[in-house]
């Protein structure tokens, strides 16, 4: 059974069921499904090849959906193109994976060069340039379904790109198991179910593309709501008695500075998940009080996706666990690692290692990258954690991001978690940069709640306070933004590559 399978078996059980609510536009899972079979059908005919690439570079919405599933029903292996990264980012994605088909909503035309792909527009205006559309192809194909291609479990779903910590991007390849895998375990973990609703408010590209399948299987609902801000994310919720989203910290916390946002009500609310970072534990009894105590978190990567561990709501109720990740879920295996490839016992520090179906097949056309990040089957991720006797993982740090300051390691989410506790503090980061007298001098960078007003030396004294004082930042900038990824995840690498140069805030 292959991962769209889940679709289509829903779509034969309950044709007539709402699969997606855009708007005020309902569209069944029969048509859903017909539409989907015509599109693969005609991608086929474009390129009769299994496995060649399908690059879709669109926002949220419908007929990326449709282009996503058609895809995998043609047995053809997704690029996913995110149009809020740079051209020249997503340009360097089509020249190495070089798909033969490039479907681009028409306002994300000029985000990329698609070098020898056929194009097609996916969401469409109506100008289009003479390029075939999904409309149009969908409307050429009606009725035809795609051949079932000779494919296997350990051929490619996707190749997703990653720069990490490194700053090296990286074709991550998913295999057909691996999406298996993230969706068994999603169903198993959840348990979702068929009036589970979920809210597309962050990038299908990312974490928000592992909850469709398993919805979908169940026979639940895919809510569209465009670009998504934080009032209007609020308001969806709402309006569509969504169950399930998935949110990066950043949004949680401009959710909680919404005015008004104590007056809401959630109450179909089940599974609020926290993905991409680690939310700030003195922000989680805020967030479950306002969220239907629905709030949930996952550890993964790309190149495990999604669900190596979650923490489920009533678990994350208790104080103790707010700085945990959860446990290990039903398919993967985690463990703590020495640096000598020793499994370590529960309380000790080390890497964070996982093994399973969950694991990546390798980086796409990099032996070398892949034999250094996959040793004897465990996938090393580059994550400093512990676990405890009760199985909890806790996240410590990237061990790239380690700060040798005077011969103490201190992890930046340490200093990060009491930052944040900083009543002007809306957002911080915490890097390390090079220094003559300690190794390395912790530095921070922090975007301030609107109409508050504070000084880098105010905050460094905020976190002296309740820190060793090698901990506390020795320089604090005050900075309108921080740098963010196309998701709004905040970035440590470019923040200290921005911030680091700079003196203005220095900390007594």
């Known amino acids: 059974m292959f991962p769209v399978d889940h679709f289509f078996r829903a779509a034969r059980r309950w044709p007539d069921r709402i699969a997606v609510q855009d708007g005020a536009r309902e569209i069944t899972y029969g048509e859903l499904a017909a539409k ?28 990326h959906l449709e282009a996503w599933l058609a895809t995998f029903a043609a047995g053809k292996t997704w690029v996913p193109l995110n149009p809020r990264n740079g051209r020249e980012e997503l340009s360097r994605v089509v020249e190495v994976t070089a798909p033969t088909i490039a479907v681009v909503d028409e306002d994300c035309l000029d985000k990329l060069d698609c070098g020898g792909a056929n194009r097609i527009l996916g969401k469409t205006a109506g100008a289009g340039g003479g390029m075939p559309s999904l409309a149009s192809l969908a409307k050429s194909f009606a009725g035809k379904a795609p051949l079932r291609p000779d494919i296997s479990l350990d ?67 895919q809510v569209f709501m465009g670009h998504g801000r934080p009032d209007t994310i609020l308001d969806a919720l709402e309006k569509f008695a969504v169950t399930t989203v998935f949110l990066p910290p950043t949004v949680i916390y401009m959710m909680l500075a919404e005015p008004g946002v104590e007056r809401r009500k959630f109450p179909s609310l089940k599974h609020l998940i926290v993905g991409g970072a680690a939310i700030r534990p003195s922000e989680l009894p805020q967030a479950m009080r306002i969220f239907n105590n629905a709030v949930e978190t996952c550890f993964g990567q790309t190149e495990a996706p999604q669900i190596a561990t979650i923490m489920r709501a009533e678990e994350w109720r208790d104080p103790a666990n707010h700085a945990s990740m959860g446990r290990a879920t039903c398919l993967t295996r985690v463990e703590i690692m020495d640096p000598e490839g020793n499994i370590l016992p529960a309380g000790q520090s080390g890497e964070i290692v996982l093994k399973g179906d969950l694991v990546m097949k390798g980086y796409y056309n990099m032996p070398d990258k892949t034999a250094e990040t996959i040793i004897d089957g465990w996938l090393h991720t580059g994550d400093i954690g512990l676990i405890d006797e009760r199985g909890y993982v806790f996240l410590k740090d990237r061990i790239r991001d380690v700060i040798i300051t005077g011969g103490f390691n201190v992890y930046p989410s340490d200093v990060e978690a009491v930052m944040g506790r900083h009543p002007a503090v809306k957002e911080c980061i915490v890097f390390g940069v090079p220094d003559l007298k300690w190794g390395e001098a912790v530095v921070a960078a922090v975007e301030l709640h609107a109409g508050v007003e504070a000084t880098g030396a105010d905050i460094a004294a905020f976190v002296k306070q309740q820190l060793d004082s090698v ?37 007594p």
């Open 36 to 63: 989907a079979n015509a599109l693969a059908a005609a991608f086929q005919s474009i390129d009769a090849e299994p496995q060649s690439r399908v690059g879709i570079c669109a926002y949220n919405t419908v007929e």
């Open 155 to 221: 051929d490619l779903q996707a190749i997703k790109f990653t720069g990490g910590s490194s700053g090296t991007p990286k074709g991550v390849m998913q295999t057909y198991r691996v999406w298996n895998t993230c969706i068994s375990s999603m169903l198993a973990e959840l348990r979702l179910d068929q009036d589970d609703r979920h809210l597309l408010a962050v990038a299908m590209t990312h974490g928000t593309n592992t909850l469709i399948m398993p919805t979908f299987s169940v026979g639940g609902r």
């Open 471 to 507: 901990k506390a930042p020795k320089i604090v900038h005050v900075v309108d933004e921080l740098p963010r990824s196309g998701v709004g995840k905040v970035l440590r690498r470019e923040a200290k590559a921005i911030f680091a140069p700079k003196s203005e805030e220095a900390a």
